[in-house]
DNA sequence: ACCTGATCGTTAGTCAGAATAATTAGTCTG
DNA sequence: CAGACTAATTATTCTGACTAACGATCAGGT
């Protein structure tokens, strides 16, 4: 059994700090931090139910409905019945949120990204390692 | 000017989603999250007052004041006025907190550890190579 | 010696983003 | 075809952050 010391400490202090900076730094744009997340899965993978959509951003359906209702309020989500299932309803990013997504996230990630410029290329390269590690932690079950 | 492509949003992503299971394994203990943060503060830089200690956090007085006033309630945390300056009361953790501490963040990480235990050592050398850089990310203003 | 402006702790009020529990509607199975 | 299950939704609550404002104290300049 590998002895980890102060790592998940730290790991829970560094992760816990970022993500509040990262909230804050949010005012670029008008929607919110669940929302861009939310339309950017629907543009990565297409459309799904609720229910698939909240399972991917590793929260329960109900708080996944709030975000959607106001993608759908914009147009910049469609909701169409399933069609073998009644109970489903589809979930697709429109032609409209299509074309907003990337520029929202540009300015979004204004913040964030001044601040990576100032890290060396090796710094971005362990970054780039950390990134898959950190999402398999981020896992729900397992 | 380096290309980072997708890394900003990846790593907002992840740490999004991670800091979001962080805050839901924290069952096992009476006190939450930001007032366990703000005892191992105290503990590892001693004592301090509500601002520093705000700062230190990366949050603002009032809402570091929250944890404190239940720290001090709990009597795991002592106030006393500044010797020289009236304005400001040093926090200082007891003989009390210190001794649960320990305890709570053992018991508090067990599932990160439960995590980290699944990793390879190479992974592991790779997220304490990335901490550091997480850390300078997080820091306010620069 | 005394204003003036800054700082510290604090209170009050607000907001966002999550959760749980319960409701409604539709589907499937035995 | 009745009961159990599943999907979306609603209602409610909680946590953890914020800003604004206030009283007390301090520090500096005239």
Redesign the interface.
């Known amino acids: 059994?590998?002895e980890?010391g102060p790592?998940?400490?730290?790991?829970?202090?560094?992760?816990?700090?970022?993500?509040?900076?990262?909230r804050r730094n949010n005012d670029f744009t008008e929607l919110s931090?669940p929302q861009v997340?939310a339309l950017?899965i629907l543009l990565a993978h297409g459309s799904m139910t609720l229910q698939e959509l909240a399972e991917r951003?590793?929260?329960t359906p109900p708080s996944m409905l709030k975000s959607v209702q106001r993608l759908i309020e914009l147009e910049y989500v469609g909701k169409a019945p399933h069609e073998t299932d009644g109970r489903k309803q589809l979930l697709t990013i429109t032609e409209r949120g299509h074309e907003v997504i990337d520029d929202i996230?540009e300015r979004r990630?204004e913040w964030?990204?001044a601040?990576?410029?100032a890290?060396s290329?090796e710094?971005?390269d362990?970054?780039?390692?950390?990134?898959p590690?950190?999402?398999?932690?981020?896992e729900?079950d397992?």
């Open positions: 059994m590998p980890f790592l998940p400490n730290s790991l829970r202090r560094a992760v816990t700090r970022l993500s509040r900076q990262l931090f997340s950017g951003e590793g929260i996230r990630n964030l990204r601040r990576l410029d890290l290329p710094e971005i362990v970054l780039e390692q950390a990134l590690i950190l999402f398999r932690l981020a729900r397992v």
